[in-house]
């Protein structure tokens, strides 16, 4: 009897179907990273927004937008 990968179906999975399940999965993966940054970034304004602390002292306005801009978050 072949073994799997001396078959036509087995190398359609080796060579095909496995890697592009292995693309998907990477897809997914950072889409999900993605996803989870734009949430921490969310809650971050959102609790700038809360706290009112870009209004209140223009001084810790720019550490904090420094801060953001670092944190790969404020554009």
Do not use: C
Request: aromatic share 4%; glycine share 6%.
């Amino acid at each position: 009897m072949p073994e799997l990968h001396e078959t036509l179906m087995g190398r359609k999975l080796i060579e095909g179907t496995l890697p592009d399940i292995a693309d998907q999965l990477k897809r997914i993966a950072d889409t999900m990273q993605n996803k989870a940054k734009d949430e921490d970034a969310r809650r971050v304004i959102e609790f700038l927004e809360y706290e009112e602390a870009l209004t209140k002292d223009p001084a810790t306005a720019g550490r904090i937008r420094i801060l953001l801009k670092l944190m790969g978050i404020w554009s």
